[in-house]
C-alpha cells in the first residue's frame, strides 16, 4: 500500500500549535484518577509493600532472610498449621455445604419464594462475622448454651463430656461456616444459574444417565467456579481475626491472634516476627486469591 | 423433577434452616435469662443504659457515616472517569479494589502502625483526631470492593457515555453532569454500597482494636470478656443492625427497579 | 403403522391445553416440519416425542415399539436445540464423540465415527477447538454431528436455524437437507418460518392452538391451503368476502363486481371467504373466461427485481406482484386499473 500523503506530512511536518492540545487532554485525563489512586497508595498498597520489604532487612537497612528463619520456629510454625487446618476444613466443608443450598433452590424444585429467602439471608449472615458471631456460637455451644442444655436434658448427652468444646479446632470451623455458607451460596447461586437446561436434555437424548450429566458436563463447567469460591472462602478464612479471638481469647494458636498478640505487644514484643508473620499471610491470601482470579477468568472466557 | 431430588432439596434446606437459626434462637433465649426466675429484657436495659454502650456505639456510627462519605466521594467520580475517559485503567482499578479481600485487615492495619507511628514521616497515630482520620481511612479501604462493585454495575446499567454526551451537547459541565444527571441515576447503586459498608464497618473489631480507638468491636469483645448475659443481647442487636442494612439494600434496589417500571409505562 | 407414529397425543399444563388430540404419521426417511406461530405446541409436541416432556394423553410409537413412558435416554433420538447446547467444555470432537462413549463403544470405533462425522460437516481441522471459539452455523453442525454420531433412529430438530444470520441461515439449512437425503434418517424439524419449512420439507404439518390445521407437501400447503389460517400463516394472502350469487356456475360477487370460482366447496347461498395469492394477480384488460376486477392504485412499493401493488375495490385491499421491466412505466397511485386472474386461482377456505 502506498503511503498516504497525509500521514507522511503528519509525521515529518508537525503542527505547532496542535501539539499541546492533545498532551494537554491526555494529562488531564490522568489527572482523574489521582485522588484514587494516591488513596490506594498511602492506605492500601505502601503499607503493605511496606512490610514485605521489611520482612527483607536487617535494622540497618540490608538485605537478610534471617526474619523468614522466625517462621520455623515450633509454635510459630503450629500456628501456620492450625490456621491452614481450619480455613482448609471451612473452606471445604463451607464450600459443600453452599453448594448442596444453592443447588437446592436453583435446581431442586423448591417453592420460588425458597431462592430469594435465601439470598438476602445468605448476605446477612456473609457479613454477620466477627465478635457478636462468636456471641452468637457461645450462646448456642457454649458450655450453658441453648444446644448443650438441649441435648443434655433431652437426649442424654453432655457434648463437653465427649472432650467436645467450642474454643477448639472444631468449634471455630463451625463457627467460621456461619459466613462460610453463605458467602458460597452468594458466588455459586449464578453459576448454577448458568447451567443450562438444554445441556441435560441434550445429554439425556443422548443415552446420558444423570450420573453421566453430572460428571462429564455439570461438574467440568461448574469445577472453575467451585474451585475459585473455595479459594476464596479459604482466604477469607485465613485472614480472619475478630471471631476466632473473641471465641477463644489467645488459647487457640492461629496466625492471626498470633500476630495480633504481637502487635498488641501482649506477648514478648519482637517486631520481625510480625514482618515474617505479615509475609507469610500475604504470600498465602495472594496465592489463594490468584487462584481464585485465574479461575473466574477462565470461567468468563469460556461464557463470551 | 424426581420426587428423591426434590426430597435431597428439603433436606438441604431443612438442616441448613437448623443450622442457620439455631444460633440466632439461643442468643434470643439467652440474652432474655439475665433474672434467673423469669425470662426478661432486663440484659437489653442495661446494655442500652450503659454509658460505654452509647459512646462505643455512637463513635462507630459517627465513623460508619464518614467512611460512607469519604467512599462516595473517592469511588463514584473515580468509576465515572475511568468509564468516559480511561476505559484502559478499568482492570488496574478493579485489581487494587479487590485487594482488600485479598489483604487481611489485620496486615493492612500492621502497615499503617509501621508506616505512620508517632516517629514517622506521617505521624497519623500521633493523636487522636488524626488516629480518628486513620480509621476512616482505613474503613474506605475495607470499604473499596462492596462500593467500587457497586457503582461499577449501577454505571454498567445507565449507558453513561451516552448520558455524559446528552448532558455536555446541552452545555452542561463534567460538574453539574456528575451532580445532576449521574449521581441521580446512580442513586440505588450509591446506596446499596452505602448500606454494605456500614453493616462491615458498625461492628468492626480489628482496625479500631489495633488503632486503639473507642469503637463498638473492641466495647462488644471487652464486655464479652467480662459480663455474662449482656454480650447475647449485644449480639442480637449487632444482628438486627447486620439485617436492616441488608434489608435497606433489598428496599433500595426494589425501589429503583420500581421507579424504573412505572417511567417507563407511558411509553409502552 | 407408520415409523413414527402419533396418536392422539395431548398435553395439559395444569388447566392450560398446550397440544390437543395430534394425531400423525410420519414415514421412515421422510423429512417433515412442524410449522406455526409462538405458542401453537409445535415445539411441546417435538419434546414430547423426544422424551422431555411426558404426554398427557395418547401414544408415541417409534419404529413399532410404544414410547410413550419410556425416558429420553432410552428412546435413541438424536435432537438439536436452537441454543446449539455444546458441552462448553469439551472439543468438537469429544460433543461429537459423547453419545459414543456412553454406549461404550470401543474406542478405535468412535475415534473413526468421529472422524466421519466432523468430515461430514466439513470441520476436521477444528476437531480440538472448544465451542466458543467457534461461530455461530460452526457450533450448530457440531450439534447436528453430535446427533447423528451414534446413528438414532429419529433426528429432531427445534427452530435449529432461528438464532443465526440470515446468509448462514440459508447455506445450513440446505446443508441440513443434503445431510438428511444422504443418510436418509426420519427427520421432523420445528420452525416458524414458513420459508424453511416450504423449501426443507416433504411434508408440512401446520399447527395452530395446540391443534394441527394441515399436512401436505409444500406445494399443496402453499397452493391449496385448507383453512384461513394456514392461507395466512403461509405466505401473502388477498382475503376476498363474497356472496354467492348462482352456486352451479360459482359466480359470487365481490364488493359489486362479479367474480368466477371454478369449484365451491359447500353448496348454498350466503357468504363465502376467498383467497387470492398476489403472484396470481396479473395487470389485464378484462378477457373472456378470466376474471376481472376494476380497482384503483393506492401504494407502489418497489421491491428491485418486483414492484409490489396495493388496490382497492371498496372494502376490499388487493396486494400483487408485477416484474419489474425498466421497458414499462409503472402505474400511477390513484389511477383505475383492470386486474386479471385465472377462476382456478380463487380458493374457498373452510369457515373458521
Not at chain 2, 89 to 108: C, D, N, Q
Not at chain 3, 109 to 114: L, Q
Request: charged letters at 15%; aromatic letters at 8%; glycine letters at 8%.
Amino acid at each position: 500500500m502506498p503511503p498516504s500523503p497525509q500521514s507522511g506530512a503528519e509525521t515529518t511536518l508537525p503542527s505547532v500549535t496542535a501539539v499541546p492540545g492533545p498532551r494537554l487532554a491526555i494529562r488531564l485525563d490522568w489527572l482523574g484518577i489521582v485522588p484514587f489512586m494516591l488513596f490506594a497508595l498511602l492506605f492500601l498498597l505502601l503499607p503493605t509493600a511496606f512490610l514485605m520489604v521489611g520482612a527483607f532487612q536487617d535494622a540497618q537497612g540490608h538485605f537478610t532472610l534471617a526474619k523468614l528463619g522466625l517462621l520455623l520456629q515450633g509454635n510459630v510454625l503450629d500456628a501456620y498449621l492450625i490456621s491452614l487446618e481450619v480455613s482448609a476444613a471451612s473452606a471445604i466443608v463451607g464450600a459443600i455445604a453452599g453448594f448442596a443450598l444453592a443447588w437446592a433452590v436453583v435446581h431442586g424444585g423448591l417453592p420460588a419464594w425458597i431462592r430469594p429467602s435465601l439470598l438476602t439471608f445468605s448476605g446477612v449472615a456473609a457479613n454477620f462475622a466477627g465478635v457478636p458471631l462468636a456471641f452468637a456460637f457461645l450462646c448456642t455451644l457454649g458450655r450453658t448454651g441453648l444446644v448443650t442444655l438441649l441435648l443434655q436434658h433431652y437426649a442424654g448427652i453432655d457434648p463437653y463430656s465427649t472432650g467436645f468444646t467450642l474454643l477448639s479446632f472444631h468449634g471455630l470451623v463451625l463457627t467460621y461456616l456461619y459466613f462460610q455458607i453463605p458467602l458460597m451460596v452468594l458466588i455459586v447461586t449464578p453459576a448454577l444459574e448458568g447451567l443450562r437446561k438444554e445441556w441435560r436434555e441434550a445429554s439425556d437424548s443422548l443415552g446420558g444417565t444423570a450420573l453421566h450429566y453430572w460428571i462429564h458436563v455439570a461438574l467440568p463447567v461448574l469445577a472453575p467456579s467451585v474451585l475459585g469460591a473455595s479459594l476464596l472462602l479459604f482466604a477469607n478464612a485465613f485472614g480472619a481475626v475478630a471471631t476466632a479471638y473473641a471465641l477463644t481469647g489467645s488459647s487457640l494458636n492461629i496466625v492471626t491472634i498470633l500476630l495480633y498478640a504481637q502487635i498488641r505487644g501482649d506477648v514478648l514484643h519482637d517486631p520481625n516476627l510480625g514482618y515474617a508473620l505479615a509475609l507469610g499471610m500475604i504470600v498465602i491470601t495472594s496465592l489463594s486469591s490468584a487462584g481464585y482470579l485465574w479461575l473466574s477468568a477462565r470461567t468468563q472466557r469460556r461464557r463470551s | 423433577m424426581k420426587p428423591a431430588s426434590r426430597a435431597g432439596a428439603w433436606l438441604a434446606i431443612a438442616l441448613g434452616s437448623l443450622y442457620f437459626l439455631l444460633p440466632l434462637i439461643a442468643t434470643f433465649e439467652f440474652s432474655l435469662r439475665m433474672r434467673r426466675e423469669s425470662y426478661s429484657l432486663e440484659a437489653y436495659r442495661v446494655v442500652l443504659t450503659d454509658p460505654g454502650f452509647q459512646s462505643a456505639f455512637g463513635y462507630s456510627i459517627l465513623m460508619a457515616l464518614l467512611t460512607v462519605i469519604t467512599s462516595i466521594v473517592l469511588v463514584v467520580p473515580t468509576a465515572c472517569w475511568i468509564e468516559l475517559r480511561l476505559p484502559r485503567m478499568r482492570p488496574v482499578i478493579e485489581f487494587i479494589t479487590l485487594l482488600p479481600l485479598v489483604i487481611p485487615a489485620i496486615i493492612i492495619v500492621f502497615g499503617y502502625l509501621r508506616l505512620y507511628n508517632s516517629s514517622s514521616w506521617l505521624p497519623l497515630t500521633g493523636n487522636e483526631r488524626a488516629t480518628d482520620l486513620l480509621l476512616i481511612c482505613s474503613y474506605v479501604t475495607l470499604s473499596l470492593p462492596y462500593m467500587y462493585r457497586s457503582v461499577h454495575s449501577g454505571l454498567r446499567a445507565i449507558d453513561v457515555r451516552t448520558l455524559t454526551e446528552a448532558s455536555e451537547s446541552l452545555g452542561a459541565g463534567w460538574f453539574t453532569t456528575l451532580a445532576h444527571v449521574i449521581a441521580p441515576a446512580l442513586k440505588s447503586a450509591i446506596l446499596s454500597g452505602s448500606f454494605l459498608t456500614f453493616a462491615v464497618v458498625i461492628g468492626e473489631f480489628t482496625m479500631a482494636s489495633l488503632l486503639n480507638r473507642p469503637a463498638f468491636g473492641p466495647y462488644l469483645q471487652l464486655i464479652g470478656a467480662n459480663r455474662a448475659y449482656e454480650p447475647s443481647a449485644l449480639a442480637v442487636i449487632a444482628f438486627l443492625v447486620t439485617w436492616a442494612s441488608m434489608g435497606l439494600i433489598q428496599v433500595v434496589s426494589r425501589n429503583a427497579a420500581g421507579a424504573g417500571a412505572k417511567r417507563r409505562l407511558p411509553g409502552a | 403403522m407408520a415409523f413414527l407414529d402419533i396418536a392422539h397425543v395431548g398435553k395439559t399444563f395444569g388447566a392450560a391445553s398446550v397440544v390437543n388430540d395430534v394425531n400423525l404419521a410420519i414415514e421412515k426417511g421422510e423429512f417433515v416440519t412442524l410449522l406455526g406461530p409462538s405458542g401453537c405446541g409445535k415445539t411441546t409436541l417435538l419434546r414430547m416425542i423426544a422424551g422431555f416432556e411426558s404426554a398427557s394423553s395418547g401414544s408415541i410409537h417409534i419404529d413399532g415399539h410404544d414410547v410413550t413412558l419410556q425416558r429420553a435416554r432410552q428412546r435413541r433420538v438424536g435432537m438439536v436445540f436452537q441454543s446449539y447446547a455444546l458441552f462448553p467444555t469439551m472439543t468438537v470432537a469429544d460433543n461429537i464423540a459423547y453419545g459414543l462413549k456412553i454406549a461404550r463403544e470401543p474406542k478405535s470405533a468412535i475415534a473413526e465415527r468421529v472422524e466421519q462425522m466432523m468430515k461430514l460437516i466439513r470441520l476436521s481441522q477444528h476437531a480440538q477447538h472448544y465451542p466458543w471459539q467457534l461461530s455461530g452455523g460452526q457450533q450448530q453442525r457440531v450439534a447436528l454431528a453430535r446427533a447423528l454420531a451414534s446413528s438414532p433412529r429419529l433426528l429432531l430438530l427445534d427452530e435449529p436455524l432461528s438464532a443465526l444470520d440470515a446468509k448462514i441461515r440459508v447455506a445450513l439449512r440446505d446443508e441440513i437437507r443434503a445431510l438428511q437425503r444422504k443418510l436418509g434418517i426420519t427427520t421432523l424439524f420445528v420452525t416458524h418460518d414458513q420459508e424453511e419449512a416450504l423449501s426443507l420439507s416433504d411434508r408440512v404439518v401446520v399447527m395452530n392452538e395446540g391443534r394441527i390445521e394441515q399436512v401436505g407437501t409444500p406445494f399443496e400447503i402453499y397452493n391449496f391451503p385448507r383453512t384461513r389460517f394456514v392461507a395466512s400463516f403461509v405466505g401473502t394472502l388477498n382475503i376476498l368476502n363474497s356472496r354467492v350469487l348462482d352456486e352451479a356456475s360459482g359466480l359470487v360477487e365481490v364488493d359489486g363486481q362479479t367474480v368466477t370460482v371454478a369449484r365451491l366447496r359447500r353448496s348454498g347461498h350466503g357468504e363465502r371467504t376467498l383467497a387470492l395469492r398476489p403472484e396470481a394477480v396479473v395487470l389485464e384488460s378484462p378477457l373472456a373466461g378470466r376474471n376481472s376486477l376494476m380497482a384503483t392504485i393506492e401504494e407502489v412499493n418497489f421491491l428491485g427485481s418486483v414492484v409490489r401493488l396495493r388496490a382497492r375495490l371498496q372494502e376490499t385491499v388487493l396486494s400483487f406482484d408485477i416484474f419489474n421491466d425498466p421497458g414499462q412505466t409503472l402505474p400511477q397511485r390513484g389511477s383505475r386499473v383492470a386486474l386479471g386472474f385465472s377462476h382456478d386461482n380463487l380458493l374457498e377456505l373452510e369457515a373458521s
